[in-house]
């Protein structure tokens, strides 16, 4: 799966973009500047799954995370956030030992986690010992059977294709799951966003008892 | 058939059980209560006459000996046994009590009895009883009260008599006590029961002498083995006086002898065929029965033949003198069963059981057709009692009238109905017996106690039958009973309405009120006032239910006499005991014990040699020809008993038949004495009885009281037992409760002491060290109680991180021990 | 990033270091892949427990399920390029994923509204009711 050419450089380029809009996320004073740092790092990350192969998670993710929860996220900050900052030079770090200790920790965990991958692959590519060039000629054979798009400069994938069949054939249980989850998640969100008058008078309960 | 005669107590019990149990519940009519009690008895009555027929005038092979149902298998083994040790020699009999039932010349007579006077008396039952909301309960305690007395006179042992004995002592208790909700009635009921309990404890401490001494409960094999020993003369007493007076003792209870006498006039608080029954022709006659079946016994022991003839003798005359005061006319008749129960055991004393029993017969016939014709003027008179407020009832009561003078004829002793000739041999007897002393002393008695039998009887007629109709002149009954018998004759209420305690009433004076029964009573009495006549309510005829019976019962009180005439009448009749098979006197001599011959089914005296009817018992040494044996015979069995009347009055006159006629001469007048002054007191001359209860206060004082018996018994045994009762409770409530409260007040001092150490000692030290732990511990713990979230979250992390590290602890020390 | 400077200066073989720096550099696999994966996520997770907002919390968390995602579809494409007929297993879970960080953010942010109704703050320091 190795990547090459200008798929290499824009995996390079949307990688460190996804690092730092990442990092600007969490460093952003303004909550609106981190909801739109991440907005960014999402796409960066969306881009890296299409190079990946993975087209219709990377629209998937663009439609639904992107346009659906951030969209969410910027509604919430409006509603409750508007001013937060800029009223005063409100400390956006917990106190100082908190911050310490996260440091530490996180340091630690990049360490054995970065540490574990390279390990790891390289004990993965001890265990399947497919050389790079048997790899990629498979590939190729397996690309040059789908058929080409219209223009003719590239192929038409059957990412969606087996996404779908997979989804609707063999994690269809998961799927209807899914679905009532999200039933469940709207019943729940509405429930608990109603103001105390929306309570009562659906309930038909007196204000001052709805609690 | 006599095969079938297990079915006779079975059929009575059955209709018992189905109108117990089934009679409330289905809602039987009172016809069907009725139709089922009556005919099973009926049906009862008609095997019980095929059987005694095919017994005893069937040319049975059997007779007489007796037979039991056993030997064709209609019985069952009721008490399989073990061993029981035998007085005599060193022998192990193996007891073994079966049920079966055995048809001898005793228990026919008994089952006839009770069958066919019952018959009559159900009957008249369904018709006295009519209205009754516990009709169906009357009758199934009747038909199980005909069980129980037929088991008594069926059984083939000492056991199944006892059975049947306390079932007829419970069924005399749930029939006397049947208006229940009447205080005198089950106070009535009550002491029925417990003084037949006191008889019932003598007799059980007979049976087990019986099987002590016998090895077994069986009739045929006890009298088997008693014929043998020794006769206890006055002045020995033995094994068999001591079983002769546990008998006598039971005998006594429950047929009404002198000492326990007390609950058969109180019994009367019962309905009146109950009274009829029961207190007058069956279960007071089961003491008689018992004594008669086990006469093998009583006539070894002279003491107990003498002790049953005196305080027969006794009960007669105290019981006699009694009913010359009575105003209820159903106590009347109570003391008069009881006198003639007396009279009954002075036969048996005397040795002439077979004539006690034919009295039983007599008896059980009269004394039934009385106590039904009483029950008949009751009904008649709206349920007054009172004989005071009775007379002239003859022009409203015809059937009961002549039916009951029938009665009245027979108790008197004239001559031919049924009761002279028993009564009369029964004197006979006494006067010229050689079983004990003092027989004249028996006869004596006796005569006075008819005398005064046939004064009160008389009495009894006039006041009620005979006179001017006093019931018009005082307000008859209490409130209850004249607003029903107002309803009555205005034809509002039907007959026989149930009022509370409609019934026999308690009794009370003329112009007495009684307790108010209905509403606008007060305003019936201060509109009416006392005493005033407003309007009497007429005494009213029987419907045929009642007085039909009365009418057989009438024909056999006065043919029924003809079984038993006497010796004295054969220059009429030219045998001894004329009829053959019918005679009483020939029917019951296979039951009863010869003491010259020593065996069963020898006739006694000697005018004529024994018919040579087969026995199959051992023969014992006396010589056969013992028949000829005369009163001198017997007379060297019991040795000298002193004077004896008849021989005294045969020596003035040479010839035993005068002397037997010279005896039935003066019964005669005294019974024509008797009658005579009860005419001249009650019929032509009212007012000399009350000059003579003047002049005799004191004895009229102590009759009308009954000799203060009851009052002695309270306060002697009643009231002192409560006593010992009381002083029990209080020892028990206060010694051993107390114990009982002080052991409970020690464990709760201790479990004090206890609490108090676990409390402060234990309790301090435990408290000690989690005060100490927690002061030390607790800052620690709630430290970590920040309620800030992200110190929970980077505990999470800490977490995530050190489960990694010990997951991957191998690999991690690989990479630095590199 | 030590240790892994470090196993690289450990590590012994024919090929330089650079070389294999500038190899891994040029054709980027899957441990590429899977390190971007973990560096965002070990940024989200500074950020939840650094942060004072709690809707930067949410996002910070929305950084790890996107990293997690990253790694789903990264195997995905490994297996697939080794022939495993199982491959799109991972693009399978990472749908799931987005569905319930999409039904948990509906729910949290829900909830970060009532609390805003009854704290009337953000700041997560403030909401300590649970401290002793």
């Known amino acids: 799966m190795t990547l090459s050419g200008y798929e290499a450089l824009f995996f390079w380029i949307f990688g460190l973009a996804a690092i730092f809009a990442g990092l600007l996320t969490v460093m952003a004073r303004n909550a609106v500047h981190s909801a739109l740092f991440l907005i960014s790092s999402l796409i960066s990350v969306a881009a890296l799954f299409i190079l990946a192969r993975a087209e219709f998670i990377a629209g998937v993710q663009i439609l639904v995370y992107v346009g659906g929860v951030m969209v969410l996220f910027l509604f919430v900050i409006m509603l409750v956030n508007v001013g937060a900052e800029e009223r005063g030079s409100e400390e956006i770090f917990n106190n100082q030992r908190q911050v310490t200790a996260s440091l530490i920790f996180c340091l630690l965990l990049v360490g054995g986690m970065l540490y574990s991958i390279n390990t790891g692959y390289r004990g993965l590519q001890a265990r399947y010992p497919a050389t790079q060039e048997a790899v990629a000629a498979q590939e190729t054979i397996r690309d040059e059977a789908h058929a080409p798009s219209a223009t003719g400069s590239s192929r038409i994938t059957k990412d969606t294709e087996s996404v779908g069949s997979s989804l609707y054939r063999y994690a269809s249980l998961p799927f209807e799951i899914a679905s009532i989850l999200l039933l469940v998640a709207i019943i729940g969100s509405v429930m608990l966003a109603r103001t105390l008058k929306q309570e009562a008078s659906a309930d038909d309960v007196a204000p001052e008892n709805a609690d | 058939m006599q095969k079938y005669i297990w079915l006779v107590p079975l059929l009575p019990l059955i209709g018992a059980a189905i109108n117990g149990l089934l009679g409330r519940k289905l809602r039987f009519s009172e016809r069907l209560i009725g139709g089922i009690a009556v005919g099973s008895v009926a049906l009862a009555f008609l095997i019980s006459v095929a059987a005694v027929y095919s017994y005893g005038f069937g040319g049975h092979p059997e007779w007489p000996k007796p037979y039991l149902t056993s030997q064709d298998g209609f019985s069952f083994n009721w008490i399989p046994g073990g061993a029981v040790s035998v007085n005599h020699g060193a022998q192990y009999a193996l007891l073994n009590i079966e049920w079966s039932y055995q048809l001898d010349p005793l228990s026919s007579i008994f089952m006839l009895i009770v069958t066919g006077v019952g018959l009559c008396i159900f009957v008249f039952a369904t018709g006295y009883m009519h209205g009754e909301t516990g009709f169906y309960r009357f009758f199934a305690y009747m038909g199980l009260f005909m069980f129980a007395m037929l088991v008594l006179v069926m059984g083939s042992n000492f056991l199944m008599m006892f059975v049947g004995w306390e079932g007829v002592g419970l069924c005399s208790y749930l029939l006397i006590g049947y208006y229940f909700d009447r205080q005198e009635a089950a106070n009535a009921s009550r002491k029925a029961f417990i003084t037949n309990r006191v008889g019932d404890f003598g007799f059980a401490l007979a049976i087990f002498g019986i099987i002590a001494t016998f090895g077994s409960a069986q009739y045929v094999n006890v009298f088997e083995q008693a014929k043998s020993y020794p006769i206890e003369l006055i002045g020995h007493w033995g094994v068999l006086s001591w079983i002769a007076l546990g008998l006598f003792i039971g005998a006594c209870g429950k047929s009404a002898q002198l000492p326990l006498h007390v609950w058969l006039p109180d019994a009367m608080a019962g309905p009146t065929p109950v009274s009829a029954l029961i207190h007058a022709a069956t279960m007071v006659t089961a003491g008689l029965y018992m004594v008669t079946r086990t006469n093998v016994i009583f006539q070894h022991s002279q003491t107990m033949l003498l002790v049953v003839a005196l305080v027969g003798a006794a009960t007669a005359i105290f019981a006699a003198t009694i009913g010359i005061t009575q105003n209820d006319i159903k106590k009347v008749l109570a003391y008069s069963t009881v006198s003639q129960l007396g009279f009954m055991f002075m036969a048996c004393g005397v040795g002439a059981f077979a004539i006690g029993i034919f009295h039983v017969m007599t008896h059980a016939f009269f004394k039934a057709l009385m106590f039904l014709g009483a029950g008949s003027v009751i009904h008649g008179m709206h349920h007054e009692q009172d004989m005071r407020r009775m007379g002239g009832l003859k022009k409203y009561m015809p059937y009961t009238y002549w039916t009951f003078m029938a009665g009245w004829l027979a108790i008197c002793g004239v001559i031919p109905f049924s009761g002279f000739w028993s009564k009369d041999e029964i004197l006979w007897n006494a006067a010229s017996t050689t079983h004990i002393p003092l027989g004249w002393v028996v006869w004596l008695v006796g005569t006075i106690a008819a005398t005064c039998t046939a004064f009160y009887m008389t009495r009894l007629m006039a006041m009620t039958f005979w006179g001017r109709e006093r019931f018009l002149e005082a307000p008859a009954g209490g409130e209850a009973d004249e607003a029903h018998a107002s309803a009555y004759d205005k034809g509002l209420a039907p007959h026989d309405a149930t009022f509370a305690s409609a019934g026999d009433r308690p009794r009370h004076e003329p112009g007495e009120h009684v307790g108010p029964v209905h509403e606008n009573v007060a305003h019936h009495v201060a509109t ?291 | 990033m030590l240790t892994y400077l470090g196993a690289i200066f450990l590590q012994q073989g024919d090929t330089t270091r650079f070389d294999l720096m500038k190899q891994a550099a040029v054709n980027p696999d899957l441990s590429k892949f899977l390190v971007i994966g973990a560096l965002l996520f070990i940024i989200g997770v500074a950020g939840v427990l650094t942060r004072r907002n709690i809707i930067v919390i949410f996002m910070s968390i929305e950084l790890i399920l996107n990293a997690a995602n990253l790694n789903f579809i990264a195997f995905s494409r490994y297996l697939s390029a080794m022939g495993n007929v199982n491959a799109v297993a991972g693009q399978i879970f990472a749908v799931f994923v987005i569905v319930v960080a999409a039904a948990e953010a509906a729910i949290g942010l829900g909830i970060v509204i009532a609390l805003y109704r009854n704290k009337e703050t953000i700041w997560v320091d403030e909401i300590d009711l649970l401290k002793w």
């Open chain 2, 528 to 818: 009416h006032g006392h005493g005033e006549h407003h309007g009497a309510h007429i005494p009213h005829e029987s419907p045929p239910s009642m007085w039909v019976p009365l009418a057989v019962l009438a024909v056999l009180a006065t043919l029924g006499g003809l079984v038993g005439i006497g010796p004295a009448f054969r220059t009429l009749t030219g045998t001894e005991h004329p009829g053959g098979h019918l005679n009483i006197v020939t029917w019951l001599n296979p039951i009863i014990w010869n003491p010259v011959t020593r065996e069963f089914n020898t006739p006694e005296g000697g005018h004529e040699a024994a018919a040579p009817i087969e026995t199959t018992h051992a023969a014992p040494p006396v010589a056969e020809g013992a028949a000829e044996a005369g009163h001198g015979s017997v007379a060297a069995v019991y040795g000298d008993t002193g004077f004896n009347l008849a021989h005294a009055v045969e020596g003035s006159t040479h010839s035993e038949l005068a002397t037997e006629w010279i005896f039935i001469i003066i019964s005669l007048v005294v019974a024509g004495i008797g009658m005579l002054l009860g005419g001249l007191f009650y019929v032509w001359r009212p007012a000399l009885a009350g000059v003579w209860s003047q002049r005799l206060r004191p004895l009229y004082v102590a009759s009308y009281n009954k000799y203060w018996v009851d009052e002695f018994y309270g306060l002697t045994v009643t009231r002192r037992t409560m006593d010992l009762a009381r002083a029990v409770f209080s020892f028990d409530s206060r010694l051993v409760d107390g114990i009982v409260n002080g052991l409970a007040w020690l464990s709760r001092l201790f479990s004090r002491i206890v609490g108090g150490f676990d409390k402060y000692f234990v309790d301090g030290l435990v408290n000690t060290v989690a005060a100490f732990i927690m002061r030390l511990m607790s800052p620690l713990f709630r430290a970590a109680q920040t309620g800030f979230t992200q110190n929970y979250a980077l505990v999470m992390v800490l977490g995530l991180m050190v489960a990694v590290a010990v997951f991957f602890a191998r690999d991690i020390l690989a990479v630095f021990g590199r």
